[in-house]
């Protein structure tokens, strides 16, 4: 695995050639202008950390100290998950990759310096085979064709990958041939689904889902644990860095053994799985059905006992948990640490006003949106917490987006 450097002002992976150097600040990239993916495209690595690193201290900057940004050393093909949507350009040959900034036209991408490389042989190789299966892609307009997304996810730690095949319609013709043909390119991959998307839609990935081949999920290690991912559950992007993020969350709460832990907004159990081997039990609650039963295998795959999920909105479930300590009569004891990672949304008063009559001791709050952290902190510093620190993670290179850990403490 590769390894994650503390960005202390040098150019994190400083290398000598020039060419090396060039790539660095450019990233090489040919479809830099179509794709719009990345915002830091001719901006060196260096300087984006520097940019980031600003982006927290402006927004976390008022409420506690900004440690140094944690950059990786190799800021390249980091993302485990690819997506492409699939088109026929104006000449008729079939295209596959991203939409056009601010559009629906298909930009054709043959490699991305961001993406694992794997996957995109693979959907390359995908684009290379419907010809001759007789697969049309899907066209948005006329609701005609099949084959409208492909979507791989490749375990970093356990080279397990998933390929989902998301069709406008639920028959895909010789779907056996097809895995076959696939899986004789690519024997790493070692599960084939299909998602079934029949509406007009942004989302990409519609209800129904069949397992073409293999498990239908993945199973990737974390910090020591093995985490199963469904296709729909949420699973941090960058394996590297988030290993990096969840060591620093955890060593934040401060954990003994004995303390009571909500992992709030836990997708598959990640962060709760990790902090219950310090903890004296851990309660996870996540929105997302699959991400919940995910976390429930997980625990058990783990032989992790002293956790228990729950699949609610985080925010009634924690208005429900502050309302039964009230009627116990207690005030506060309900949780000792409450780690959060909300969506880029944030937060809601809901939850927030329910962690102050929880008032556990500390509070560990993951974001990977400066804006809306810095609102809930105003929220949390305003009734009764002090943000102590945070560190920023650079979990997403060459794009403006930022993840950042804090550290909050009962005043
Ligand atoms: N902590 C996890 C997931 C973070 S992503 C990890 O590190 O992998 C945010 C998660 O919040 C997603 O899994 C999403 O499904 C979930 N989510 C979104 N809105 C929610 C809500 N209102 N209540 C509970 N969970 C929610």
């Not at 944690?70 to 008729?92: L, Q, S, T």
């Not at 303390?259 to 907004?265: G, L, P, R, S």
């Not at 990672?341 to 329910?354: C, K, M, T, Y």
């Not at 509070?363 to 620190?389: I, M, Q």
Request: with cysteine; net charge positive.
């Amino acid at each position: 695995m590769r390894e994650k450097t503390k960005y202390n002002g040098n150019a994190p992976g400083r290398q000598n050639s020039h060419k090396k150097a060039e790539r660095q600040k450019n990233n090489g990239c040919p479809y830099a202008k179509k794709c719009g993916g990345c915002d830091y495209q001719g901006t060196s690595y260096e300087k984006q950390l520097k940019e980031k690193q600003k982006l927290v201290q402006k927004y976390v900057g008022k409420f506690c100290k900004v440690q140094p940004i944690i950059g990786m050393e190799h800021p390249y093909h980091y993302r485990n998950k690819v997506h492409a949507v699939f088109d026929i350009a104006k000449g008729g040959a079939i295209i596959s990759g991203v939409y056009r900034a601010g559009t629906h036209e298909v930009v054709n991408i043959d490699s991305c310096e961001i993406e694992d490389e794997i996957s995109g042989a693979i959907i390359r190789d995908i684009r290379g085979l419907l010809r001759s299966f007789k697969i049309k892609t899907y066209d948005e307009d006329t609701g005609y064709g099949l084959l409208r997304h492909v979507l791989v996810r490749r375990g970093f730690h356990s080279g397990e990958v998933m390929v989902v095949l998301v069709l406008g319609s639920p028959i895909l013709p010789s779907k056996n041939n097809f895995v076959k043909a696939l899986r004789k390119l690519h024997p790493e991959i070692s599960t084939v689904v299909l998602n079934v998307n029949d509406k007009r839609t942004s989302m990409v990935l519609g209800d129904k889902e069949t397992v073409l081949y293999g498990k239908g999920y993945i199973e990737d290690t974390l910090c020591g644990c093995t985490f199963r991912i469904s296709p729909k559950s949420f699973y941090q992007v960058n394996p590297v860095q988030t290993e990096a993020l969840y060591r620093k969350a955890v060593a934040y709460a401060k954990l003994t053994g004995k303390e009571t832990v909500i992992d709030a907004y836990c997708g598959i159990g990640t962060i709760g799985m990790i902090a219950a081997k310090q903890a004296g039990k851990v309660i996870g609650v996540e929105l997302n059905r699959d991400a919940v039963r995910d976390a429930v295998i997980n625990a058990r795959r783990n032989s992790v006992k002293n956790i228990q999920f729950y699949q609610a909105d985080a925010g009634k479930f924690m208005v429900g948990m502050a309302e039964e300590q009230r009627e116990a009569g207690r005030a506060g004891g309900g949780a000792d640490v409450v780690f959060m990672d909300p969506p880029r949304a944030g937060s809601d008063e809901a939850f927030l006003s329910s962690v102050v009559k929880l008032a556990p001791r500390r509070v560990v709050y993951v974001s990977c949106n400066p804006e809306t952290l810095a609102r809930d902190l105003g929220y949390l510093t305003k009734h009764g917490y002090e943000a102590v620190e945070c560190t920023p993670v650079d979990m997403f290179p060459w794009t403006k987006h930022c993840e950042t850990c804090v550290l909050l403490s009962k005043c």
